[in-house]
């Protein structure tokens, strides 16, 4: 099993539709989550990190859910420059290094 | 600041060359990283730096050698270069505080074996 799963996609969604990804991790004791985004040929970059207590951000909104394991992220009336990957990512402790395990992605493209 | 570059940007090799990656970060951060990514898979960390002098392995460091003579750089070279190893490499930096876990990445090398 991956230590964090994606649906790879692709979402196709029109401009203004309301979108949602989801995410597994396989270890419990992680403690730290985060959205990454990856446009197409670029290096990924924070897009936001996840609260317990479930966090937004403007349009997008990230939610925590530590007993299944599983975290989402949220996008509302979605633009065109929200097309990209969407990387889920998993801080494992005991880490010493900030250890990330990144998921393989979620494409999104948003359509006219 | 120009935060974290990468060189090359591009490189063909034939197998059994060898190379070498170079990453500079002027953030001043203490960890370093080197990640591969291929379609399909998530970023995988190859080897990793936790400060000037000192380097450890990541998953998949086979094939890989780093050095972190200075605080700024990490280089990652390819002894002997093999097909498997064509790949997008990336190059990370971090803090050390504590709770502060983004990574700040480099512009990537896209790497073919031929």
């Known amino acids: 099993r991956k230590e964090v799963e994606q649906d790879p996609g692709p979402f196709n969604v029109p401009e203004g539709a309301t979108v949602a990804f989801n995410c597994t991790y396989s270890?419990?004791?992680?403690?730290?989550f985060f959205w990454y985004r990856q446009d197409c040929r670029k290096e990924p970059k924070l897009l936001m990190s996840v609260y317990s207590s479930g966090n937004e951000d403007g349009r997008f909104t990230a939610q925590l859910n530590r007993a299944s394991q599983y975290i989402s992220l949220l996008i509302r009336d979605s633009k065109l420059s929200d097309s990209a990957t969407y990387l889920c990512?998993?801080?494992?402790?005991?880490?010493?290094?900030?250890?990330?395990?990144f998921g393989a992605g979620t494409r999104l493209a948003v359509h006219p | 600041n120009a935060g974290v570059t990468q060189t090359p940007k591009f490189r063909v090799l034939k197998t059994g060359q060898s190379m070498t990656l170079l990453c500079a970060q002027d953030m001043n951060h203490e960890y370093m990283y080197w990640y591969r990514q291929d379609p399909g898979m998530g970023l995988r960390l190859i080897h990793y730096s936790v400060g000037e002098g000192t380097t450890a392995k990541g998953e998949v460091p086979d094939g890989y050698n780093v050095s972190r003579l200075k605080k700024q750089n990490f280089l990652l070279g390819l002894e002997s270069a093999a097909p498997s190893q064509t790949s997008v490499y990336f190059c990370?930096?971090?803090?050390?505080?504590?709770?502060?876990?983004?990574?700040?990445f480099g512009p990537g090398t896209r790497l073919t074996v031929t």
């Open positions: 270890n419990s004791a992680s403690q730290s």
């Open positions: 990512v998993v801080n494992l402790p005991p880490g010493g290094y900030n250890k990330l395990i």
């Open positions: 990370a930096s971090s803090r050390i505080t504590s709770g502060s876990y983004e990574q700040y």
